[in-house]
């Protein structure tokens, strides 16, 4: 498909039509033309929602800030302190102290941004220029059992330490939180069948190796009009994807126009095409330049070499969350 007719696409779904855009800050003409009157490179025939195979993170050696980094400066300025440290996001800490002692010990966290949270925790110190943790490992620590990264010989007592896993675990586990919680094309980007949705959970369970987990369905508490919907959540102590059923349409993107013309932007530049890393970050650099909020941070790209065609989560919270898998050249 040529990229004109994307465009096209894009235009007549007119994701923003009947919005009221006046609290967004940017008058939604103007918005709309910017991000769907722009011209990308490239193009292809339309893609299967995923590869075949998982990618291999080795650290950090194998993520890029979309752009080859040029992108980041875009955000610099809405990021010189990440947030998280909540849920599975990491707190990442070159000095542990139970206690404050005198001066406070620096620290940056937030979200969990590739299934390795040490390798997470690194890159955090450095985007905000704060040097490498010694030695680092992860624990659960606390009431809350809040996940932390530190210095292997300040782990505190009563921790659980992370046990180390391989790195191929890691990317698998953390992609299929990716792709359950995914607002582009997982079951939570529209009004997905019970059928559809379990057969999705389980491809995507095939395709990550992930052989002890399975997938089962569930009502939700009884309703007096039970929805068509269906969608995906994760209970990692069971190692189960539940396929919540009878559900209205769980569209989470309602209130946030913008995230609206975002998702559409990827969903019709990467899903439903076939293209490789480069176009795919042209793609999210382009979106994000214009949506131009604090709240969609600069996004992971992960090179999956054995994929045909480049791959796109958005999770959607407190912020907007990114992830890119795919070979460096497309072969549809």
């Not at 007592?157 to 586990?173: L, N």
């Not at 102590?237 to 993107?253: A, H, K, M, N, Q």
């Not at 126009?257 to 795919?280: F, N």
């Amino acid at each position: 498909m040529r990229n004109d007719d994307v465009m096209a696409r894009l235009r007549a779904a007119d994701p923003l039509r009947g919005v009221d855009l006046g609290t967004t800050g940017v008058p939604g003409s103007d918005l709309r033309e910017q991000i769907l009157g722009t011209a990308r490179p490239g193009g292809g025939q339309a893609a299967r929602r995923r590869g075949p195979r998982r990618a291999v993170v080795s650290g950090v050696v194998a993520l890029a800030l979309v752009g080859g980094g040029a992108a980041y400066a875009t955000y610099a300025a809405n990021q010189a302190r990440f947030t998280g440290g909540d849920g599975d996001a990491p707190t990442c800490l070159t000095e542990w102290a139970a206690e404050p002692r005198g001066e406070p010990v620096p620290e940056t966290d937030g979200v969990a941004r590739t299934g390795d949270v040490v390798a997470d925790c690194q890159w955090y110190q450095a985007q905000s220029g704060l040097p490498p943790i010694e030695d680092p490992v992860a624990f659960r620590a606390g009431a809350g059992g809040r996940i932390y990264v530190a210095p292997a010989d300040q782990v505190p007592d009563g921790a659980t330490v992370f046990p180390p896993a391989a790195a191929e675990d890691d990317a698998a586990m953390h992609e299929l939180e990716l792709t359950t919680y995914d607002v582009v094309d997982g079951t939570r980007s529209r009004c997905m069948p019970e059928e559809e949705a379990v057969a999705a959970a389980r491809a995507d369970l095939e395709r990550l190796g992930l052989t002890g987990w399975d997938v089962v369905t569930r009502a939700p508490v009884p309703a007096d009009v039970p929805g068509p919907c269906a969608r995906g959540y994760l209970d990692h102590e069971l190692s189960l994807v539940t396929i919540t059923v009878g559900i209205e349409d769980p569209d989470v993107l309602w209130e946030e126009p913008k995230a609206v013309v975002l998702r559409d932007a990827l969903r019709e530049g990467i899903s439903e095409q076939c293209v490789g890393l480069a176009e795919a970050e042209q793609v999210v650099a382009r979106a994000l330049e214009v949506i131009d909020e604090d709240w969609a941070g600069p996004p992971v790209v992960i090179a999956d070499p054995d994929a045909g065609c480049a791959r796109v989560d958005m999770l959607v919270g407190g912020g907007i969350e990114i992830t890119v898998h795919g070979p460096a050249v497309a072969s549809p």
